[in-house]
């Protein structure tokens, strides 16, 4: 099963592109998905991202989750 992230911003509309095309965009395993959250998350915010869902195929497994910190 493919992990995945889709990408919102602060009102909740989907973004369709990534900023960087070379970003991943499936990963094999859960950990891999948050681990690579983990290191691009402020470029993501750069490009006007603010939440993202963490998916397994077409289920969501959580979200949505704000990358701004607290």
């Known amino acids: 099963m493919g992990w995945s992230w889709q990408y ?3 009102e909740g509309v989907v973004v ?3 900023p960087d095309t070379s970003m991943a ?3 094999a395993t ?3 998905a948050e681990t690579w959250i983990g290191e691009v998350w402020p470029t993501l915010l750069e490009a ?3 939440q993202v ?3 397994e195929e077409d289920r ?3 979200g949505p989750m704000g990358l701004r910190p607290v």
């Open 8 to 10: 919102l911003t602060a």
């Open 16 to 18: 369709a592109e990534l």
């Open 25 to 27: 965009t499936e990963f």
């Open 30 to 32: 859960q950990s891999d």
């Open 48 to 50: 006007g991202i603010e």
């Open 53 to 55: 869902l963490l998916l």
């Open 60 to 62: 969501i497994v959580y």
